[in-house]
């Protein structure tokens, strides 16, 4: 079973920039379609972005335009580029498999503050 391990959380400043990584314990290759996921401190866990199968790519409304998911099959990780952060983005963020509810990793703590 394919396990994830995020990377790339830290403190940042409202308008600031972050890049995560999510690394596969397996190939991903061309097999699954994937999401990064959130949850807030007072949150369920929330879809941010997902990238399906063929390379097309979805967001949440409230990142659109501001985050960018990619993968790299050839080292088996997806990417979150996220600019003009927001204290509202302020969470925990996770990577899976589209669609899988568990086998969660410990995820990466993104905190936006002044």
């Known amino acids: 079973q394919v396990r994830f391990v995020e990377s790339g959380g830290g403190l940042v400043q409202p308008g600031g920039s972050l890049s995560l990584s999510c690394r596969a314990s397996?190939?991903?290759?061309?097999?699954?379609?994937l999401g990064w996921y959130r949850q807030g401190p007072m949150d369920e866990r929330e879809l941010v972005a997902s990238i399906f199968l063929g390379g097309r790519t979805e967001y949440a409304d409230y990142v659109n335009g501001r985050f960018t998911i990619s993968r790299d099959n050839a080292e088996n990780t997806l990417h979150l580029q996220m600019n003009s952060l927001k204290p509202e983005d302020t969470a925990v963020y996770y990577c899976?498999?589209?669609?899988?509810?568990?086998?969660w990793g410990q995820g990466t703590q993104v905190t936006v503050s002044p």
């Open positions: 397996g190939s991903i290759s061309s097999l699954y379609s």
């Open positions: 899976n498999i589209y669609g899988r509810l568990d086998s």
